[in-house]
């Protein structure tokens, strides 16, 4: 099973700010990694799939980047309403995984 | 406009079985790989199966492997996870989850609002 391990598991930032997110996979993922944004109480939403491609619909702020084993997910200005929890998710193979999330709190 | 609805979710005794359900519309359904994804209170996200969209290929998490059945009936457009010898560990807010294209396995672009599962004596 491909382990995602995600960093940092919580952050505080400010409006404006620049925020990275990352994620280490425990085998090569070919790429098969996607993001997704989840608010209390809701369904998450997806922001990136395939390592780098923004989802129909989400801000151009949210970005992401890597390969092999190693993704990042980056705010370039960080917004009021980016406060939530973040997971990167592995579809290389199965069992497919996530990450353990990143709670992310406005300042 | 894609929408998947599930229903279900109960509260029900260690050992007991269950039937989620997940109505799809506004797309194809026997086009995509859908998905189970739980969320236990206040836990991260945990993947449960995924299915093709003919339903003859299937995964399951070690978890749920040999008590959970995740399938299909593109008639009705609607997905099914069958949970039997349920556990306490098992509770959570169960997901469904599209497919982000009708090749994607694994990517999940559209999700339902969720229905929770209490297993508890």
């Known amino acids: 099973d491909i382990q995602m391990t995600q960093s940092p598991s919580s952050l505080s930032a400010s409006v404006g700010d620049r925020v990275t997110i990352t994620c280490r996979a425990s085998?090569?993922?070919?790429?098969?990694v996607n993001w997704y944004q989840q608010k209390a109480g809701k369904a998450p939403n997806l922001l990136i799939w395939?390592?780098?491609n923004l989802q129909s619909g989400v801000p151009s702020r949210f970005s992401g980047s890597g390969s092999g084993t190693d993704f990042t997910l980056t705010i370039s200005s960080l917004q009021p309403e980016d406060s939530a929890t973040y997971y990167c998710?592995?579809?290389?193979?199965?069992?497919?995984?996530f990450g353990q999330g990143t709670r992310l709190e406005i300042k | 406009e894609v929408q998947l609805v599930e229903s279900g979710g109960d509260l029900v005794q260690p050992g007991g079985s269950l039937r989620l359900s997940c109505a799809a519309s506004g797309f194809t359904f026997s086009n995509y790989w859908m998905q189970w994804v739980r969320q236990a209170p206040g836990k991260g996200l945990v993947w449960v199966s995924r299915l093709n969209g003919d339903g003859s290929t299937s995964n399951y998490a070690d978890s749920v492997k040999g008590r959970f059945t995740i399938s299909r009936d593109n008639a009705k457009s609607t997905l099914y996870l069958q949970m039997n010898s349920l556990k306490d560990e098992d509770t959570a807010v169960y997901y469904c989850?599209?497919?982000?294209?009708?090749?994607?396995?694994?990517?999940?672009?559209?999700w339902g609002q969720g229905t929770l599962v209490t297993v508890s004596s």
């Open positions: 989850g599209r497919g982000c294209f009708s090749d994607s396995t694994g990517c999940v672009a559209h």
């Open positions: 085998q090569n993922t070919r790429g098969y």
């Open positions: 998710q592995q579809s290389s193979s199965a069992p497919i995984t």
């Open positions: 395939t390592t780098s």
